[in-house]
C-alpha cells in the first residue's frame, strides 16, 4: 500500500491532499480488476466545515 505523509516544493513542506494516496495507488497498480460492486454506487465528495468527505450512494436499480 502506498501512503503519502508529507510533500514539499522547493524548501516548503506542503499538506498532502485527501485521497492522494489512493489516486497514487490506483494508477500505479498494473491489471487492476474493479469490482462490480463499485458499478453499484455513485460517488460523491462533498466539503463539510473545511473538510472532504466521500459519499457513496447506491443507483437504484431499473
Given at each position: 500500500?502506498?501512503?503519502?505523509?508529507?510533500?514539499?516544493?522547493?524548501?516548503?513542506?506542503?499538506?498532502?491532499?485527501?485521497?492522494?494516496s489512493?489516486?497514487?495507488?490506483?494508477?500505479?497498480?498494473?491489471k487492476?480488476?474493479?469490482?462490480?460492486?463499485?458499478?453499484?454506487?455513485?460517488?460523491?465528495?462533498?466539503?463539510?466545515?473545511?473538510?472532504?468527505?466521500?459519499k457513496?450512494?447506491?443507483?437504484?436499480?431499473?
Amino acid at each position: 500500500m502506498i501512503v503519502v505523509t508529507e510533500m514539499k516544493v522547493g524548501e516548503y513542506q506542503v499538506p498532502v491532499p485527501a485521497g492522494l494516496s489512493e489516486l497514487l495507488a490506483d494508477t500505479w497498480v498494473k491489471k487492476k480488476k474493479t469490482p462490480s460492486i463499485v458499478y453499484e454506487y455513485e460517488r460523491v465528495v462533498e466539503c463539510r466545515n473545511g473538510s472532504l468527505f466521500t459519499k457513496l450512494i447506491k443507483k437504484e436499480e431499473t
